[in-house]
């Protein structure tokens, strides 16, 4: 699946850091622009995960589910 994510970066002295405008809580950093963006991704990565497994708990065993594309 392809996802595209706002990254609002800064420069903080030797640092870039990055947060994610439509993710709360996605933040990177690194000492160069693609670092920060690097960790950015894979803090994304991480949240996506970890919200999508914390819903699947919630699904009544008589429920299925289905693939919906966007975009």
């Not at 002295?13 to 960790?39: D, H, M, R, V």
Request: aromatic share 8%.
């Amino acid at each position: 699946m392809h996802n595209e994510f706002t990254a609002i970066i800064e420069k903080d002295e030797n640092w870039f850091i990055a947060y994610c405008a439509e993710l709360p809580g996605a933040n990177g950093q690194g000492k160069t622009k693609e670092q920060c963006l690097k960790s950015l991704s894979e803090a994304i990565e991480l949240i996506l995960e970890d919200r999508r497994q914390d819903s699947f708990r919630a699904i009544p065993p008589d429920a299925f589910s289905e693939m919906v594309a966007i975009g």
